[in-house]
């Protein structure tokens, strides 16, 4: 088994910074694809921004120079810097992850979520 233990989410002003983290801990041979989403109320759940384990990043266009991702292959860890908030960006942000695990298999995991609510 695999646990995600996501942190970092809060209330912001628009304008400010929030940063998230998440930890996988576990059965855990390597991580490949590491990324974050979000979900807004009432909207479906989207891509925000993903990082290989060779590092290379995918942002969606609107996160674009605003948010960094970045991962720790040490630690099993993956965060997402976001910066320039906007009300917009108010939603519940999961942590997901490419493992594979000790006995070789190959298993997406998703975080339970942490909420990131920005005020005008």
């Known amino acids: ?15 400010g910074s929030l940063r998230l983290s998440c930890a996988a801990s576990g059965s855990i041979f ?22 290989t384990s060779g590092g290379s990043t995918n ?5 674009k120079g605003r948010f960094t991702i970045s991962r ?4 099993n860890t993956v965060d997402l810097q976001m910066n320039s908030l906007r009300p917009e960006d108010t939603a519940v942000y999961y ?3 490419e493992v594979i695990t000790r006995n070789y298999y190959t ?8 909420l990131v ?3 005008s």
Do not use: F, H
């Open 72 to 75: 720790d292959n040490t630690k």
């Open 107 to 114: 298993m997406i995991y998703w975080g339970k979520g942490t």
């Open 1 to 15: 088994q695999v646990q995600l233990v996501e942190s970092g989410g809060g209330l912001e002003q628009a304008g």
């Open 117 to 119: 609510t920005v005020s």
């Open 59 to 63: 942002y969606a266009d609107s996160m």
């Open 95 to 97: 942590c997901n992850l």
């Open 30 to 51: 390597s991580l490949n694809t590491m990324g974050w989403y979000r979900q807004a109320p009432g909207r479906q759940r989207e891509l925000v921004a993903t990082i």
